[in-house]
């Protein structure tokens, strides 16, 4: 069972989950495809080679782990976080650790194995993106569990494992220490101000133009101006909502759309670069906050973060906002 | 001229330091070494290939930038921040900047060409750290700046751009997020215990054997009980001081010694893999801390940080700390 553990000093909580291997030195990287002679284990027709589904959309007549699906959602095969059991909480010495409880899904975007979110069909996009809420939905019904993180990782340098079309959602019974931080930041400027910091950096946006990269009615899509990684791109809708799983069927076709341009400009830009997307939404135990504001960021993985970045969260950005929004703004045909 | 920007919501300040390619998207990665045919610009008789130096150790009679030099400091050629000016604090909309202030430092571990602080001598090593107290010494007295972060990038994973032995400083106007987290989550915990959590840990460890790497008088090497990384290592002296630049020759000696154990482990478990180490010290204008301790964070970069990470500061770990440790301590012959 892995276990969670708070740092005593800034309060930060981490997952020591047992490696696969059995030698503690042995972390290797996965190979971003199966080796030779295996086949995908997320292609249609190889559905017994995941745990079996937890939901998919299927055709009509079609039986579970059996083709015939759009998209499909299956336990991950090495989860971070289980879902069996007690938190059994407990004190080692000055530590706090608790049992990893909690979920680990991975979401299988297409039966045909392509590598891209740009290749997938806008209504094979459209499905993901309201599959998300479908799993946040039905995880918040379960009263241990506070958090919901859905990440994709492209390509072997962001993290990616398999190359099939897919992202994850780890469910935590702790709200990550980043999202803390953005939800009293975001209080703070409430407090303030009496406006959504969201809200007000879509008027100031849009009134500056210069890291706009799409201007949907339902989303805006620009490079931030603190941006910490060069072409680092956020999605916000423009409609103020604390938490994703208030998503509409329409605002999820409109999402599908706009995250296909900004990846096709990010992709033609950076000759298909691996990169990260992560939805920021709100805790699952609050109501409609005012000051919370879900949003997607989306970072190419262009350079190497060092040592500096790490030991103090102080980074540095080679490419200014304003010239990466530019240069993509105007890409020829994309 | 840099640029220091801050995000609205978090708070966290980021440098946008112009490129150095001429197109926005020309991010590929220094080369580890100088392109063939080209000296390494670090070696003893290259003084020439960087910037004027700062300062050195040097054989008596030796002038500045010529051979004769044990460890040099020289500016950073392609520097993250600049000594010259003002702030020219300004908002922009309803986000804050100001100039890009600061100083950006490298320090030449040999004049020979070697790779790894475990090549170093003992002497050299010493020196270095030394050195590092000198640089923060000097540089505190300039009241535009705050804070100095002392950092060492070992191979192309962990963000070396060149392979001949040097670590480097930073030195901005703001203390990093980071820091400044760790600074207020120690007074929390001393406002509650009345104790330094860095010398509750030290006892801790001490206590419970099982993570700690190195144990010598004055400074204790262990796995930290919430590690965010595979085999990360702590280095903390067990005299509370929250400076570092109140170290003493004596600990700087001792401290050389230790930190090459350390590596040397680190090395042998993990085949000289990447790493990073990040000095944590207090900011510049604060007087001795009674709640903080400064230390050494080493990280060998073994395994991909994942969106998931990123997004939430939320690590995954798949090797338990004890694990990592034992196996470390374990070694034959190191």
């Known amino acids: 069972m ?3 553990r708070k740092d005593p000093i800034v309060g930060r909580w981490v997952i020591i989950a047992k490696n696969r291997a059995d030698r503690p030195q042995d972390l290797s990287e996965d190979a971003l495809s199966p080796p030779a002679g295996e086949e995908c284990p997320f ?7 995941t745990p ?13 782990d059996q083709p015939g699906w759009r998209v499909r959602v299956v336990p991950n095969k090495f989860p971070a976080l289980e879902l069996e059991g007690d938190f059994n909480r407990r004190d080692s010495g ?16 297409s039966p045909r194995h392509l590598a891209g979110t740009t290749e997938l069909t806008a209504d094979e996009l459209r499905d993901v993106f309201w599959i998300y809420r ?3 939905l039905d995880l918040k019904k379960d009263s241990r569990l506070v958090y919901g ?3 994709k990782n492209v390509g072997a340098a962001a993290g990616a494992s398999l190359d099939h079309a897919h992202s994850q959602l780890i469910v935590t019974p702790i709200v990550p220490i980043s999202v803390a931080e953005e939800i009293a930041g975001s209080q703070e400027f409430f407090r303030h101000r009496g406006r959504c910091v969201f809200c007000d950096m879509i008027d100031e946006e849009l009134a500056f133009e210069e890291r706009i990269l799409v201007d949907s009615p339902g989303f805006v899509a620009f490079c931030p101006f603190a941006a910490r990684f060069p072409f680092e791109t956020w999605i916000v809708p423009t409609a103020h909502a604390s938490h994703y799983e208030t998503l509409s069927r329409a605002q999820s076709e409109e999402l599908a759309r706009v995250v296909q341009r900004v990846l096709e400009k990010i992709e033609a830009a950076l000759d298909r670069p691996a990169y990260n997307y992560i939805i920021h939404t709100a805790p699952f135990d609050t109501f409609a906050l005012d000051h919370y504001h879900w949003h997607i960021e989306i970072i190419p993985r262009v350079t190497k973060t060092a040592g500096f970045e790490w030991g103090t969260g102080f980074y ?6 304003e010239e990466a929004a530019t240069f993509m703004r105007e890409l020829p045909a994309v």
Request: hydrophobic fraction near 40%; include cysteine.
């Open 134 to 136: 479908d799993r946040l």
């Open 43 to 49: 292609c249609e027709g190889n559905e017994a080679q």
């Open 94 to 109: 000055m530590y706090h650790t608790m049992r990893g409880v909690g979920a680990h899904e991975v979401i299988i975007e």
């Open 149 to 151: 993180m859905i990440f």
């Open 2 to 4: 892995p276990e969670l």
């Open 52 to 64: 079996p589904e937890i939901m998919a959309l299927r055709e009509p007549g079609t039986l579970p």
């Open 316 to 321: 540095i950005n080679p490419v200014s906002p």
